[in-house]
Nanobody, 126 residues
Framework: QVQLVESGGGLVQAGGSLRLSCAGS????????MGWFRQAPGKEREFVAA????????YNIDSVKGRFTISRDNAKNGISLQMNSLKPEDTAVYYC???????????????????WGQGTQVTVSS
């Protein structure tokens, strides 16, 4: 059974940093596009970033430009998200996602991802 488990969320002051991790199990994810979405209370789910099997990355530029970095974490069979210069508007539950077929191109569309983690809460205080 495929599972994605996030960790690394927490409470941080504005301007601070957090590093989220996503550990995968049930398959080897190095050939699959993986990514992060987030959802704040009362708001729509939002694409954050994705990393293709080839290493290419996609960012939601408007939201995270220059502040967030997605990378592969082969030791955890997953990915990480380094978040710097955090703002209160980054407060949300962050979800790790993975496509269901290998060698996908990746997309900001949520329905392109077949596997979702349970989420980890990130709270940024002002």
């Amino acid at each position: 059974q495929v599972q994605l488990v996030e960790s690394g969320g927490g409470l941080v002051q504005a301007g601070g940093s957090l590093r989220l991790s996503c550990a995968g199990s049930g398959r080897t994810f190095s050939s699959y596009t993986m990514g992060w979405f987030r959802q704040a209370p009362g708001k729509e789910r939002e694409f954050v970033a994705a990393i293709r099997w080839s290493g290419g990355v996609i960012y939601n530029i408007d939201s995270v430009k220059g502040r967030f970095t997605i990378s592969r974490d082969n030791a955890k069979n997953g990915i990480s998200l380094q978040m710097n210069s955090l703002k209160p508007e980054d407060t949300a539950v962050y979800y790790c996602v993975a496509e269901g077929r290998p060698y996908g191109l990746g997309s900001p569309a949520a329905d392109e991802y077949d596997y979702w983690g349970q989420g980890t809460q990130v709270t940024v205080s002002s």
